[in-house]
């Protein structure tokens, strides 16, 4: 079992940025490949970004996004720069067991956080 716990969200101004963390505790963090998702109301969840032995995004972020992981820590993160009001969502973490699955797709992750909300104003 492996629990997961995000903060670092709020409300900005366009232009502006965040960073979210993603505690974990229980079973070996170092075990699980970690991601990055979120959902606006009336959406689906949508994969942001991953990292497993390498990073992933999605289109929407990259060059603005980065995730990082401290395995001292226990932590991942997600450096969001250059915010939009169309990255306003609830930001979810999730942990994964199996590297040969896809990591973009919402059914590979078994653990999820309780998600943090993040507004971007205009």
């Known amino acids: 079992q492996v629990q997961l716990v995000e903060s670092g969200g709020g409300l900005v101004q366009a232009g502006g940025s965040l960073r979210l963390s993603c505690a974990a505790s229980g079973r070996t963090f170092s075990s699980f490949y970690m991601g990055w998702f979120r959902q606006a109301p009336g959406k689906e969840r949508e994969f942001v970004a991953a990292?497993?032995?390498?990073?992933y995004y999605a289109d929407s972020v990259k060059g603005r996004f980065t995730i990082s992981r401290d395995y001292a820590k226990n932590t991942v993160y997600l450096q969001m720069n250059n915010l939009k009001p169309e990255d306003t969502a609830v930001y979810y973490c999730?942990?994964?067991?199996?590297?040969?699955?896809?990591?973009?797709?919402?059914?590979?992750?078994?653990?999820w956080g309780q998600g943090t909300q993040v507004t971007v104003s205009s």
């Open positions: 999730a942990a994964g067991r199996d590297y040969t699955s896809p990591p973009r797709e919402v059914r590979t992750y078994d653990y």
């Open positions: 990292v497993t032995y390498g990073t």
